[in-house]
DNA sequence: CAGAAATATTTTGAACTCAAAATACTTCTT
DNA sequence: AAGAAGTATTTTGAGTTCAAAATATTTCTG
């Protein structure tokens, strides 16, 4: 097996684990870890636009209407368009959505922030920076890739 | 942000940009990630039961199951009873899952693979060994709870 | 051998995710 | 001011994903 096709086979086990633990937090708190981080953002940055919410959490902009009805369905977050700009809609958190997210458990699995903070200042900044160099070398695309859909790049390196 | 919220980051970045390829994928060729990443394990294991196929793979049964719905649906497996044991549903390559399997496109992206590999043998094998060490830290619960798996068409507890 | 326990698969119901189309509103141009 | 162009959000349609319940078969036990 090759190793790039290694590193996929880890990839898929994290993601994995990151999706049960999603469902576990479901059960635990009746939040998914996607509506929690939702919540999160939102407490951490203030009243929020659709939009910059979704370039927060990384997301597009449609996942994120969906979660947001989630959470207006629960009364954790309200909706309102801005007064000043009524393109916009600015979500912002209700009581309810405060005192959810302070009960909340973490969105990490608490045994993997126990062991990772049990690591080495060096290992634990050794495994940040291969996953952050992996995810630059995944998304790096985006930021060529966007100025140049004009030209006729559909023969390009993706062709079946 | 400590580091393990930065960790999360990074992982919600890579798992959105193997989000986005498998519809890229979907675009050029007509099969998602999992349809092809399926499609592999039953070329390289033979004919498979859903439940070893699913191991193989890293993804539950009934998903398993919905993504063969798809693959049926366009020729590319087969499924029949198992002549011996008639719980079992075999699954097997057809004729046109092999042709669609040799012209499909890489899992990840060329952009990506040609990055990694143009890393030198250390780098690859840090990143590497970074990624599998978070993958160890975030399913290690699931080794306490489940025991072994001892199916002959399994080769390794996680392998592809 | 008949019923119970175990194993394998599918179905069901709910959440997440995206691209692309549709809608709503604002700002720029003439 | 009227229409065009741009920006922000929601809707639509399809695929992925899981747990738990339902179904199908086999194997074990009395």
């Not at 937090?25 to 509506?35: D, E, M, N, V």
């Not at 009243?47 to 959490?57: E, N, S, T």
């Not at 903070?117 to 920076?129: C, F, P």
């Not at 992996?134 to 023969?155: S, W």
Request: glycine share 6%.
């Amino acid at each position: 097996m090759e190793r790039h096709e290694e590193v996929l086979v880890a990839l898929r086990r994290i993601i994995r684990a990151i999706d049960l633990q999603s469902r576990q937090l479901l059960q635990r708190s009746g939040l998914t870890g996607p509506q929690l981080l939702t919540l999160q953002a939102i407490l951490r940055h203030g009243p929020l636009g659709v939009g910059g919410l979704a370039r927060l959490i990384n997301l597009s902009q449609g996942t994120v209407t969906t979660i947001l009805d989630r959470l207006e369905r629960k009364n954790l977050v309200a909706r309102s368009r801005s007064t000043t700009d009524k393109r916009r809609v600015v979500v912002t958190l209700s009581a309810d959505g405060e005192q959810a997210l302070a009960s909340a458990p973490t969105l990490l699995q608490e045994h993997f922030i126990r062991a990772f903070s049990e690591l080495s200042d060096w290992e634990q900044n050794l495994i940040l920076s291969s996953l952050q160099r992996v995810a630059g070398m995944m998304d790096a695309y985006k930021l060529d890739a966007a100025p140049v859909l004009e030209t006729d790049e559909l023969n390009g390196p993706f062709s079946i």
